[in-house]
């Protein structure tokens, strides 16, 4: 028999691997290991999720955790082990940040409005406690069972114990109270002073009232140090039947207005802090409609508009440029000019910003000491030439990458198509104009089109060189404000953050940007056919 038939025949009567081998390759047992991994995280998050009653993020969990195990242990589904990955990622990075911050954006979140009524309701009534009149201080113990803590008090003179949590009032229990301390309680832990002492402990003791009865008005226990408790009462008093509040002192009452979500009287005053609540569009409307937010809103779009288009504009003409300079092999050490040229590129940008921020600087800037003669020019004061200075600014840190990109298509660019238009008589700028930067173009418009969307929300150069100012007259937004550095002063660095307003700024964020680049990427086609 020949050797290629010896063969033939080996293979032939070699054995098929079954399923049982293939699950015992250490691959398997890798793949699974990791499955194991990804469920448990996954039946812990489901488990919190349905702890906090959080019923969508539980329904979530649910779909991916069963699609993750059909996909990675199903035969069928090998394409989908490469896309899932990341398909979980986009869903929970980019879909579910996006359409969270559309839901804020339809509602009062923010501070004074960042919780459920329940809580605003409790933490009025916690800011409005006071001492009993005459309230004994009484010997008590920190206590636990599987609802959360609870506060036990005892008679100094009958030993009776009384406990109860955060959501029981006080009522009798058996127990243990000897030598002014209480050491036992029926159903429940009696902690230690080194448990109260644990840092997130304290904090939950701290934040402990226990009411004396299911009427609220009746006051409540509260303890300083664990081992004592005294009676509060509180100067508003509420009715749950009318939702209302009512000042003790002054008699005025504040009724519930969900609209707005706060307790408000007679004159719209509110009480803070307050609840979070659908207000539809009304976050839209302010943008464009309230006072004191229309206009410095309408200027700093108009202004992202055209600090992005100019920038853009500005850095691609000068990279084109200076691309078509160092592209000229006549020119002599062009690599080491054109390595010089991408310096500002390799810096470190908000490094690069905070130097130019001293340069500037009115009163000791290099810029106005040594280049004016000491001449006290308001770079970043005035708000022209603080507008001026962002560009000029933006133009040192961006000509560099467009210098790159221009070359890279310059030099890719076939020398055939320069050499007939030569033959043809056309000048040099001729054939910039109508030949190389119609090519140049049809390489690099998504590239602008990325840069344009990239300073479209260029935070970090707003903030780093002036904050976004100089501001309004009292206001926190200023006239070098973009939309995005705009955005982080109304919920972050603002006194009084607005997340609902900040993230209907986001969302017109979103659509601005996605609407340039669809025509933008629109045009492109237009291009392509050059």
Same mark, same amino acid.
């Given at each position: 028999m020949s050797e290629p038939a010896k063969a033939t025949e080996n293979k032939k009567a070699r054995p098929k691997a079954s399923h049982a081998s293939e699950v015992t390759r250490p691959g398997f047992f890798a793949k699974l290991i990791l499955m194991m991994l990804i469920d448990a995280l996954g039946l !812990?998050?489901?488990?919190? +999720?349905?702890? *906090?009653?959080?019923?969508? *993020?539980?329904?979530?969990? *649910?779909?991916?955790?069963?699609?993750?195990?059909?996909?990675?242990?199903?035969?069928?589904?090998?394409? +989908?082990?490469?896309?899932?990955? $990341?398909m979980v990622f986009l869903l929970i990075y980019q879909v579910f940040v996006m359409g969270y911050t559309g839901y804020v954006s339809f509602t009062n979140y923010g501070n004074g409005h960042n919780s459920t009524k329940e809580d605003a309701l409790h933490s009025i009534l916690i800011a409005a406690e006071e001492r009993a009149p005459g309230a004994e201080t009484m010997p008590a113990a920190v206590v636990e069972d599987a609802s959360g803590y609870g506060l036990a008090i005892a008679d100094r003179e009958t030993g009776a114990i009384q406990v109860g949590t955060e959501h029981t009032p006080m009522h009798d229990v058996d127990g243990a109270y000897a030598a002014g301390m209480i050491t036992e309680v029926a159903g429940y832990k009696v902690l230690t002073i080194a448990d109260i002492l644990k840092p997130d402990v304290q904090t939950e003791v701290a934040k402990l009232r226990v009411q004396v009865s299911q009427d609220v008005n009746d006051g409540s226990y509260k303890t300083d140090d664990g081992t004592s408790a005294y009676e509060v009462k509180y100067n508003k008093t509420y009715d749950a039947a009318a939702d209302t509040l009512t000042d003790v002192e002054t008699g005025v009452v504040y009724t519930a207005n969900d609209k707005i979500g706060a307790y408000v009287d007679a004159d719209g005053n509110a009480i803070d802090p307050g609840w979070r609540v659908f207000v539809g569009f009304d976050n839209y409307r302010n943008m464009f409609t309230r006072g004191d937010l229309a206009g410095p809103f309408l200027k700093a779009l108009v202004?992202?508009?055209?600090?992005?288009? *100019?920038?853009?504009?500005?850095?691609?003409?000068?990279?084109?440029?200076? $691309?078509?300079?160092?592209?000229?092999?006549?020119?002599?050490?062009?690599?080491? !000019?054109?390595?010089?040229?991408?310096?500002? !590129?390799?810096?470190? %940008?908000?490094?690069?910003?905070l130097v130019w921020k001293g340069m500037l600087n009115e009163e000791f800037g290099f810029v106005n000491n040594v280049f004016l003669g000491g001449t006290k020019v308001p770079w970043l004061d005035d708000p022209l030439l603080a507008k001026v200075s962002i560009l000029g600014v933006n133009l040192w840190l961006g000509f560099p990458y467009m210098?790159?990109?221009?070359? $890279? %298509?310059?030099?890719s660019l076939p020398s055939d198509v320069e050499e007939a238009a030569k033959i043809d008589g056309a000048s040099g700028l001729r054939t910039v104009w109508s030949i190389k930067l119609p090519l140049v173009l049809q390489s690099t418009v998504p590239l602008l089109i990325a840069s344009f969307a990239f300073n479209f929300n260029n935070f970090s150069l707003i903030y780093?060189?002036?904050?976004? #100012?100089?501001? !309004?007259p009292g206001m926190d937004v200023g006239q070098t404000d973009i939309l995005i550095s705009m955005v982080y002063k109304i +919920?972050?660095?603002? #006194?009084?953050?607005?997340? $609902?307003?900040?993230?209907?700024?986001?969302?017109?964020?979103?659509?601005?940007?996605?609407?340039? +680049?669809?025509?933008?990427?629109?045009?492109?086609?237009?291009?392509e056919e050059l």
């Open positions: !812990y998050g489901m488990f919190t +999720a349905y702890m *906090v009653e959080s019923w969508a *993020v539980l329904a979530v969990l *649910v779909v991916l955790l069963l699609a993750l195990n059909w996909v990675y242990f199903s035969k069928r589904m090998i394409p +989908a082990k490469y896309l899932v990955p $990341g202004w992202s508009f055209v600090f992005a288009a *100019v920038s853009v504009l500005s850095t691609f003409a000068l990279g084109l440029i200076l $691309g078509l300079v160092f592209s000229d092999k006549r020119i002599k050490g062009r690599k080491i !000019y054109q390595s010089l040229m991408i310096l500002p !590129y390799a810096f470190p %940008a908000f490094l690069a910003t210098f790159l990109v221009c070359l $890279g %298509a310059l030099q780093m060189l002036t904050k976004g #100012g100089p501001n !309004y +919920a972050i660095d603002s #006194g009084s953050a607005d997340y $609902g307003l900040a993230s209907a700024m986001s969302i017109i964020i979103f659509i601005v940007v996605g609407v340039i +680049a669809w025509l933008g990427f629109r045009q492109t086609k237009t291009l």
